[in-house]
């Protein structure tokens, strides 16, 4: 835990904790949890509570510890721990469906015309249609999908192992991000770790049939190891770097690493 919160000097962290607790007193349920977890996770449990006196200066606390959050969660992630697999029969139907607009709004694409960009630090930046990922090595899984707006469901999802993909395109595995961008404006990334973890699938199915509409058609990056939000659907292009790239969610305060 030493290391961990070397991180920080003990002046950050103590501001930090001290800020957070006043926010975990007072604010949602959900940022509660997710607050609660930061502070365990950065080892940086149990301070009584202050006034909140100074709402950008608790921001940036806060951002604060999600970074330390970050980098405790990057330290203790296995590369080689698989999330827990289910039987088909305990898949959830229907499965739900989450975005940050109503049903309504899926975007319609055109499997067709669409293509799969390819950017940054990469050997080949050829664009990918959908006949040519359907020619590669396919696997499915069953695994618990976790939203933190408080649901989980059993889904089975199949496609290319990432990990091959990465490879295909000679990615620079090195690098420390795989940044992504969707048909609907979202957008997110992820570690280089979690992009090669054996279960981080480049999803052109669910439960057996090309993934719909609602579930992110044509491409969806599917990881059982991270919380619903870092899961993208419709996905349009995907580049690697070593400048952060942010997301949707995490640029507005969710937890970048967002494990699960
Ligand atoms: N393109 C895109 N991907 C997205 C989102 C989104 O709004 N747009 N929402 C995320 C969130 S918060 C969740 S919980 C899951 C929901 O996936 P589902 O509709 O397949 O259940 O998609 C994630 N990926
Ligand atoms: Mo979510």
Same mark, same amino acid.
């Given at each position: 835990?030493?290391?961990?919160?070397?991180?920080?000097? @003990? &002046?950050?962290? $103590? =501001? *930090?904790?001290?800020?957070? !607790?006043? %926010?975990?007193? #007072?604010?949602? /349920?959900?940022?509660?949890?997710?607050?609660?977890?930061?502070?365990?996770?950065?080892?940086?449990?149990?301070?009584?509570?202050?006034?909140?006196?100074? @709402? &950008?200066?608790? $921001? =940036? *606390?806060?951002?604060?510890? !999600?970074? %330390?959050?970050? #980098?405790?969660? /990057?330290?203790?992630?296995?590369?080689?721990?698989?999330?827990?697999?289910?039987?088909?029969?305990?898949?959830?139907?229907?499965?739900?469906?989450?975005?940050?607009?109503?049903?309504?709004?899926?975007?319609?694409?055109?499997?067709?015309?669409?293509?799969?960009?390819?950017?940054?630090?990469?050997?080949?930046?050829?664009?990918?249609?959908?006949?040519?990922?359907?020619?590669?090595?396919?696997?499915?899984?069953?695994?618990?999908?976790?939203?933190?707006?408080?649901?989980?469901?059993?889904?089975?999802?199949?496609?290319?192992?990432?990990?091959?993909?990465?490879?295909?395109?000679?990615?620079?595995?090195?690098?420390?991000?795989?940044?992504?961008?969707?048909?609907?404006?979202?957008?997110?990334?992820?570690?280089?770790?979690?992009?090669?973890?054996?279960?981080?699938?480049?999803?052109?199915?669910?439960?057996?049939?090309?993934?719909?509409?609602?579930?992110?058609?044509?491409?969806?990056?599917?990881?059982?190891?991270?919380?619903?939000?870092?899961?993208?659907?419709?996905?349009?292009?995907?580049?690697?770097?070593?400048?952060?790239?942010?997301?949707?969610?995490?640029?507005?305060?969710?937890?970048?690493?967002?494990?699960?």
């Amino acid at each position: 835990m030493k290391r961990l919160l070397s991180f920080l000097s @003990a &002046r950050d962290a $103590e =501001a *930090a904790t001290r800020d957070a !607790s006043a %926010l975990l007193a #007072r604010g949602s /349920a959900s940022r509660r949890v997710f607050l609660r977890r930061s502070l365990t996770l950065g080892g940086l449990a149990m301070l009584g509570g202050c006034d909140i006196t100074d @709402a &950008r200066g608790v $921001e =940036a *606390a806060l951002a604060a510890v !999600s970074r %330390l959050n970050d #980098r405790a969660q /990057a330290l203790l992630f296995d590369p080689a721990r698989l999330a827990p697999t289910y039987p088909d029969s305990q898949i959830a139907r229907p499965f739900p469906f989450n975005a940050f607009y109503g049903e309504d709004e899926i975007p319609q694409i055109d499997g067709a015309d669409w293509r799969l960009e390819v950017s940054g630090k990469v050997a080949d930046r050829r664009s990918w249609s959908l006949e040519q990922l359907r020619v590669l090595p396919q696997v499915a899984q069953v695994t618990r999908h976790i939203c933190v707006e408080g649901w989980s469901a059993i889904g089975k999802w199949s496609g290319v192992p990432f990990s091959l993909f990465l490879q295909k395109i000679g990615a620079d595995l090195t690098a420390k991000y795989v940044g992504f961008h969707c048909a609907d404006d979202y957008y997110t990334s992820i570690d280089m770790p979690t992009a090669l973890h054996p279960q981080t699938v480049l999803a052109l199915d669910y439960d057996g049939a090309a993934l719909p509409p609602k579930y992110g058609y044509p491409l969806k990056l599917r990881m059982p190891t991270k919380l619903g939000y870092k899961n993208p659907k419709h996905v349009r292009a995907l580049f690697v770097t070593d400048t952060y790239p942010g997301g949707y969610w995490e640029d507005q305060g969710y937890n970048w690493f967002g494990g699960s």
